[in-house]
């Protein structure tokens, strides 16, 4: 068992994660922002932090730097659907997605998913980056 803090500025997506990993974890933490999620990670240690890309504000990319920085032992997914707006416009191998997670990738993630992804992906990839 575990804490982990999903940082994603959809609600829908969020309260999801939440509930999908609910049952896995001793704790699951939200935040809507990158700054609420390094916040919440320094007030209360985490194991796991999945966080998506584009964030208003501070992008994900640039929050995935300091939390390697500040918390380097902490294991990193980082999600993203590449910007795109609405479910009739998603476009699950748009460019921009594969050179978003890219960059999370280099900036320190130890995982990467695209979004929308099933749940068994993620609880794989979970075990992936823990065991990594």
């Not at 194991?47 to 584009?54: A, F, T």
């Amino acid at each position: 068992m575990q804490r982990i803090l999903v940082i994603d500025d959809e609600l829908f997506v969020l309260e999801a994660l939440k509930r999908v990993l609910g049952s896995t974890a001793v704790a699951v933490i939200g935040a809507s922002n990158a700054d609420a999620g390094l916040t919440a990670m320094r007030e209360s240690p985490v194991d796991l932090v999945i966080v998506d890309v584009i964030l208003p504000g501070m992008d994900g990319v640039e929050a995935i730097k300091i939390m390697r920085r500040d918390f380097p032992d902490v294991r990193i997914i980082a999600i993203s659907g590449g910007g795109n707006f609405g479910l009739n416009s998603y476009l699950p191998e748009a460019i921009s997605t594969n050179a978003y997670l890219a960059a999370c990738k280099a900036a320190g993630a130890n995982g990467t998913l695209a979004k929308p992804f099933e749940t068994a992906e993620l609880r794989a990839l979970i075990l992936q980056v823990q065991s990594g």
